[in-house]
């Protein structure tokens, strides 16, 4: 059965541009019923919908009738939209042009799904449309499921054993007289376990981890297939148990009698038994091998004892702790200081003179 998507712009031209492009790319054609609404109020007492769309983009800004000076934008009618299709994912559309901006206010990325650039969308478009149907496809497994209990929602993600512990202290969906919410796991799925590193790890979160480059994991990730995540949302991009990623690498090194740190040990334990020497994680600050962390801002390995604790963001704690390197902090204005503890602060000036500590 195909999606339907359904697009609202207050574009004619914008409207038929992407009705064109969803009808002449293959994957979508053979996916999506691809439905167009012109949108000329923000009254959505008056958008007639003959059908229960599958997911929503909506351009981020309208510039409706009212006089030169009346100006709309989606998030009012996200906003709307969202009260009545609770069960539904919203995702703006927009240019970045339109503010010169990536980042959006809070509420604004409370209220929807996501957020995709035109621009960036016809670029890679395949891309993007591989994650509408990642993220159709996981709202409707959530809408079908009947008895919505703790134990369905770890069956959805299809999570280990192993997993189930931290998964119950990473800030899970609240629980209504024993029920979750479509739209409460939706985001504690896309915005928190696949957000943040900690149970689930990307390909250079894993790399690190075991202390090899991305390049080597990439040679040897077949011996890791069966950790995958194959949850719902699951997207082109891979992500890994961390904890079963970990009890493979123990596993290695046990059998070779190597009682070392993961980011030291798997590599060692791998060549014993394979034959074959893995590159290592290099410290984007030092160049020094090994490397078990990585920056938030350069998002590169970092060497511990060359990055401080970053309170970035409110990840739950059972998450990895968010790190910043001192290369980002010479090299870059994106480190915000306020983020760092008192005693990472004085060491600032040091670090920027490139002064040894």
């Not at 906003?79 to 919203?90: C, D, F, H, M, V």
């Not at 979750?180 to 590193?197: E, G």
């Not at 990895?320 to 915000?336: F, G, H, L, M, P």
Request: aromatic letters at 12%.
């Amino acid at each position: 059965m195909k999606l339907k998507i359904l697009f609202l712009d207050d574009n004619q031209t914008e409207l038929e541009k992407y009705s064109r492009l969803f009808s002449s790319n293959p994957f979508a054609k053979s996916h999506f019923i691809f439905h167009t609404l012109l949108i000329n109020t923000l009254d959505i007492s008056q958008l007639k919908l003959d059908f229960k769309p599958d997911l929503l983009l909506i351009d981020f800004r309208f510039d409706l009738p009212g006089g030169e000076d009346t100006f709309y934008d989606g998030y009012v009618l996200s906003t709307a939209l969202r009260n009545i299709y609770k069960e539904t994912p919203i995702v703006l559309f927009t240019r970045k042009d339109i503010f010169n901006i990536q980042k959006f206010p809070r509420n604004i990325i409370d209220i929807v799904d996501d957020i995709y650039y035109k621009n960036e969308f016809l670029i890679n478009e395949l891309d993007y449309l591989h994650q509408i149907f990642s993220l159709a496809t996981g709202y409707k497994s959530l809408v079908e499921v009947k008895e919505k209990k703790w134990e369905s929602l770890l069956k959805l993600i299809k999570a280990p054993k192993e997993a189930e512990f931290d998964l119950l202290n990473a800030n899970k969906p609240i629980m209504n007289e024993g029920n979750w919410s479509v739209i409460d796991s939706a985001n504690w799925i896309r915005k928190t376990l696949l957000k943040y590193p900690g149970i689930l790890y990307n390909e250079l979160n894993t790399s690190t981890f075991l202390g090899i480059s991305v390049d080597a994991f990439l040679e040897i990730q077949g011996n890791f297939e069966e950790v995958l995540f194959t949850g719902i949302f699951q997207s082109d991009k891979k992500y890994y148990w961390k904890s079963l990623v970990r009890k493979i690498a123990v596993d290695l090194m046990n059998s070779q009698n190597i009682n070392l740190p993961t980011h030291i040990g798997f590599s060692l334990a791998f060549e014993k038994v394979c034959g074959k020497k893995l590159d290592p994680s290099l410290c984007v600050y030092s160049g020094e091998e090994n490397a078990d962390r990585i920056c938030y801002v350069l998002n590169k390995p970092v060497k511990t004892k060359y990055s401080f604790m970053y309170n970035i963001d409110d990840r739950p704690d059972v998450m990895d702790v968010a790190r910043v390197s001192w290369k980002a902090i010479q090299t870059t204005n994106e480190v915000n200081e306020d983020s760092l503890n008192p005693i990472a602060k004085e060491m600032i000036p040091k670090i920027k003179a490139n002064k040894e500590i």
